[in-house]
């Protein structure tokens, strides 16, 4: 088969690898879904090899097959699996974290913050770009019969992820939630949040993106390339500022917005990755009594929580999804999604 590897400098190749086979506590999925997340663009645009050391993580200097939110079906599994757990012929998606299986975080599904060393799914060990993926079957998490391909590799990743800081912000009706940034994160956090009853303040400073968050449950859309998104809070909030606040978009005047757009005793919570923040500590957290914690990825147990809720819900998640491609588009793909001018792109296999 072939696979998607990033070769560095904003290019890729479509290289062979052997077709996988399950080790035993092993399956193997037939990739019908892999998505394309905004951190791929991490390991795409920098120099060969460069990415890993800014990530901190190791690079074995082998070719590793793209794609961290795979979803398919199982079609063969290793000779420990118990068939309680996954048979032949599953629809499952993946948790895209391999752990050590046995330290505290991998006990409780937090196999991305493993005290030894995790391999990460289309990074660190061969992903979801291409025909065929082998994964360990704690990693695998079952996709209910009405949620599509598509919108379980959304999940694995990205609407996880924003599925994750709600759970942590607590969300519910009572709540007027701002969530800044209107990628396919903060979109995703908009029609979850929405259809936990909350009254959704989205900001982009895109005019297209934020009102797009309109077609995904948002109340309010603010474009903060023409408005002071903290002004425009404060006016939909009779001045005193959100209850809860999310930010998705790691740029430094997005995370200030939130926590300055956050009213007395909030809840803020950082989501985008990279960059920094300066903040006025006295009055934008400690006179306000403000709580601020970061949320990273989801855990294996919320993640199937998540896909449950999209199921009872009846969520378009797919709305995200603006570009489909197929595996030997791959090298057009990225080019289109390293632009940043459209929505969330997947590969359909």
Same mark, same amino acid.
Request: charged share 25%.
């Given at each position: 088969m072939r696979g998607v590897v990033f070769t560095g400098n904003s290019t890729l190749d479509l290289i062979e690898f052997p077709d996988p086979t399950p080790g035993p506590r092993d399956v193997v999925l037939e990739i019908k879904a892999s998505g394309m997340c905004g951190s791929d663009l991490k390991l795409y645009r920098p120099p060969a090899g460069?990415?890993?050391?800014? +990530? @901190? +993580?190791?690079?074995? !200097?082998?070719?590793?097959?793209?794609?961290?939110?795979?979803? !398919?079906?199982? /079609?063969?599994?290793?000779?420990?699996?118990?068939p309680r757990i996954v048979?032949? @012929?599953?629809?499952?998606? +993946?948790?895209?974290?391999? @752990?050590?299986?046995?330290?505290?975080?991998?006990r409780t599904g937090w196999t991305q913050m493993c005290d030894r060393t995790a391999i990460v799914y289309g990074v660190t060990g061969h992903g979801g770009h291409a025909p065929y993926m082998r994964a360990a079957v704690e990693t695998v998490v079952g996709l209910p019969e009405e949620v599509s391909f598509t919108t379980g590799a959304a999940v694995s990743c990205g609407t996880g992820t924003a599925y994750g800081a709600l759970l942590r912000l607590d969300v519910s009706a009572r709540d007027t939630l701002v969530i800044v940034g209107q990628g396919p994160v903060g979109l995703s956090a908009t029609q979850l949040a929405a259809a936990m009853g909350a009254r959704v303040i989205a900001i982009d400073v895109s005019a297209e993106r934020a009102n797009r968050a309109r077609?995904?449950?948002a109340a309010h859309a603010i474009d903060a390339s023409t408005s002071d998104p903290v002004e425009a809070i404060m006016a939909l909030t009779g001045g005193k500022g959100a209850g809860k606040a999310l930010d998705t978009s790691g740029a430094a005047p997005g995370r200030s917005a939130a926590v300055r757009g956050a009213s007395a005793w909030g809840?803020?919570?950082f989501v985008g990755e990279g960059g920094d923040v300066t903040l006025n500590v006295s009055p934008d957290i400690i006179r306000k009594q403000l709580t601020?914690? @970061?949320? =990273?990825?989801?855990?294996?147990? /919320?993640? !199937?929580?998540? +896909?449950?809720?999209?199921?009872?819900? !009846?969520?378009?998640?797919?709305?995200?999804?603006?570009?489909? =491609?197929?595996?030997?588009? /791959?090298?057009?793909?990225y080019q289109a999604f390293d632009r940043q001018a459209a929505g969330k792109g997947v590969f359909i296999n």
């Open positions: 460069a990415a890993f050391a800014a +990530l @901190g +993580l190791k690079d074995s !200097g082998e070719p590793v097959i793209a794609g961290h939110e795979p979803c !398919g079906v199982v /079609a063969e599994v290793g000779r420990d699996v118990d048979r032949v @012929g599953d629809r499952v998606t +993946l948790h895209h974290y391999q @752990g050590c299986r046995t330290c505290p975080q991998c077609e995904f449950g809840k803020v919570c601020i914690f @970061g949320s =990273w990825t989801v855990n294996s147990a /919320a993640q !199937g929580d998540c +896909l449950r809720f999209i199921a009872d819900h !009846g969520l378009e998640v797919d709305k995200l999804f603006t570009d489909r =491609w197929t595996f030997d588009q /791959a090298a057009t793909a």
